[in-house]
Nanobody
Framework: QVNLVESGGGLVQAGDSLSLSCTDS????????MGWFRRTSGTQRQFLAA????????YYDDSVKGRFTISRDNAKNTVYLQMNSLKPEDTAVYYC??????????????????WGQGTQVSVSS
């Protein structure tokens, strides 16, 4: 059973960096593609980045391409999101999600079978 816990959120200033982590206590995400999403108040979850099972393929939304980097360490059952050059518009609750299929990158919320509880990222101007 997948059980995801995000960490690493916080309050930073524009231009700063943050690194988010998503750990699976169920020790199953090493066999699943993973993704990061975010949601601001009153909106649906927005796709940010996804990574294949062995980490050799990544995909990013244009809004974060070049600033955010997704990576994973399957030995630690952990997925990371390195966020650089943060902007006030990056303020949101950030979620990791496990794909519902080993063969599909979680590019949309409907492809995610399990969500973490979310971690707040706030960027001040």
């Amino acid at each position: 059973q997948v059980n995801l816990v995000e960490s690493g959120g916080g309050l930073v200033q524009a231009g700063d960096s943050l690194s988010l982590s998503c750990t699976d206590s169920g020790r199953t995400i090493s066999s699943l593609p993973m993704g990061w999403f975010r949601r601001t108040s009153g909106t649906q979850r927005q796709f940010l980045a996804a990574i294949s099972v062995n980490g050799d393929y990544t995909y990013y939304d244009d809004s974060v391409k070049g600033r955010f980097t997704i990576s994973r360490d399957n030995a630690k059952n952990t997925v990371y999101l390195q966020m650089n050059s943060l902007k006030p518009e990056d303020t949101a609750v950030y979620y990791c999600g496990a794909s519902s299929s080993r063969d599909l990158l979680p590019l949309y919320p409907t492809r995610v079978s399990t969500w973490g509880q979310g971690t707040q990222v706030s960027v001040s101007s």
